[in-house]
């Protein structure tokens, strides 16, 4: 009787796990079985609005709904309590609800090219965040209490209208990648704590006209973007940081005279110009 009951647990094992990795795409194959859908890719299906269905997929683990013309995300989505990978990029979304903060585990948000302005007050409870891609916006400061976001490890922000950072962005414990690329940036936040997560950095096209001695608390920076900004001068003391291996800027940004002076202090790191049209991956 024993070996009967651990066999069908373990076929009951089985099936799940199988169904775990069907990913459907169509709506008439999720309307059959929706609890036991737990991935649906809808990409480029050319949809105006999130079918009601999928709120009904109470398993449901991974959701792609990029590329189509949807202008509104419901309160509901809430409801996707197991969902931990959303894709919402390339479409028409001007908000997100404060709803989405109800998704716990949550890892990676994807939610470029539409036309967000803001994150919801409650986006901070998003507590299991590992990655969030919300570039090509029209979002105009960062999330509050950003720094509880405890596990995010690669934001992408470039392309927004952000022109403030506090230092709250630099005092997160996993952060490793950030992009802020094409904002309206005139000021960097003076750093008071180490920070030993960040290693790549990218400022590229802000107002910036100079980076605080106290970036040097940037322990691990490895690379350092600051092409088309004011930035003249780099203080020696961020030079000298021990993992820095890569500046890049564009031509005739820093004279000749300042990089063999920087190579001095510095001899692993590159200065490099010719990276002008290299952005991130989004």
Request: hydrophobic share 35%; with cysteine; aromatic share 8%.
């Amino acid at each position: 009787m024993k070996t009967l009951y651990l066999n069908i647990l373990l076929l009951f094992s089985i099936v799940v796990s199988a169904q775990k990795n069907n990913t459907y795409t169509s709506i008439s194959e999720i309307e059959k079985n929706p609890e036991l859908v737990y991935r649906i890719n809808l990409s480029k299906q050319n949809l105006n609005k999130i079918p009601d269905i999928i709120f009904t997929c109470k398993n449901l683990e991974i959701l792609d709904l990029s590329q189509n013309n949807i202008k509104e995300i419901p309160e509901k989505i809430g409801n996707l309590k197991n969902i931990y990978e959303l894709w919402l990029a390339d479409n028409q979304i001007e908000k997100l609800p404060e709803s989405i903060a109800n998704l716990s585990d949550l890892e990676n948000l994807i939610i470029s090219f539409n036309t967000i302005e803001s994150f919801p007050k409650s986006f901070h409870k998003l507590s299991n965040l590992r990655k969030i891609y919300a570039n090509n916006n029209k979002i105009k400061q960062l999330p509050e209490k950003i720094n509880e976001l405890k596990y995010l490890k690669d934001l992408r922000l470039g392309r927004n209208e952000i022109s403030q950072i506090t230092e709250d962005i630099f005092n997160m414990e996993s952060l490793f990648y950030l992009d802020l690329n094409r904002n309206k940036i005139e000021v960097l936040p003076i750093l008071n704590h180490d920070n030993t997560s960040l290693k790549v950095l990218f400022l590229r096209a802000n107002k910036i006209t100079e980076i605080p001695k106290s970036f040097n608390n940037l322990r691990y920076l490895t690379e350092l973007y600051i092409m088309e900004t004011g930035i003249k001068n780099i203080p020696n003391e961020i030079i000298e940081g021990e993992n820095l291996r890569l500046i890049a800027y564009s031509p005739k940004q820093l004279g000749d005279n300042q990089i063999k002076e920087y190579k001095l202090l510095n001899s692993k790191c590159e200065f490099d110009d010719s990276k002008v049209y290299i952005e991130p991956q989004d």
